[in-house]
């Protein structure tokens, strides 16, 4: 079995990351939200709580998946979908 490159594991790495740092952006901008969405300190913790607990269930949908079909195929779908709702917020 080959070993993986370097390449490989700092993107590997980078990937892992991705949903760590969605939360260390997301932390810093609730006043933010609240006063631009103008609702209470509860909602904005509330959608912090969502946002964690969708996190938590998406584990608990692609490990399955990657168990069927391979991890590269999922890794793949679900980076496309990643990039996909990126890009979306661009029109939000």
């Known amino acids: 079995m080959q070993q993986p490159g370097k390449g490989f594991l700092v993107w590997l790495a980078g990937l892992s990351v991705l949903g760590f740092l969605a939360t260390d952006m997301y932390l ?7 006063q631009d969405l103008n609702t209470s300190a509860a909602s904005v913790s509330a959608s912090l709580s969502l ?42």
């Open 28 to 34: 810093p901008a609730f006043a933010a939200m609240q």
């Open 51 to 92: 946002f964690l607990a969708g996190f938590a269930l998406g584990q608990l949908f692609w490990g399955p998946l990657s168990d069927r079909y391979g991890r590269k195929p999922v890794l793949l779908s679900g980076l496309a979908i990643f990039a996909i709702g990126c890009l979306g917020m661009l029109w939000v």
